[in-house]
């Protein structure tokens, strides 16, 4: 996700207060990594289309749950 520099504390608490699945935790850390897509969908057996589905919700989901959170910033 643009803008923001993914510490492992951020990544951690994206995970816990969004409330993510497995793939989604997946997808967030290996991101974070600097993993690029075609390697996440080749580790996780899916088109590069459906993560990039997978990150737009991803973006939805992070967005909603920053509004909440103290400690994530709001993307730009």
């Not at 997808?27 to 289309?49: C, F, H, M, W």
């Not at 990039?52 to 103290?70: F, P, R, V």
Request: net charge positive; aromatic share 8%.
């Amino acid at each position: 996700m643009k803008w923001i520099t993914w510490t492992k504390e951020l990544v951690e608490t994206f995970i816990e207060e969004g409330n993510l699945n497995e793939r989604q935790s997946f997808l967030i850390r290996t991101r974070a990594k600097g993993y690029p897509i075609a390697e996440q969908a080749r580790l996780l057996n899916l088109s590069v289309d459906q993560v990039n589905k997978d990150i737009a919700k991803l973006k939805k989901i992070y967005d909603k749950t920053s509004e909440k959170s103290n400690i994530l910033p709001k993307r730009k």
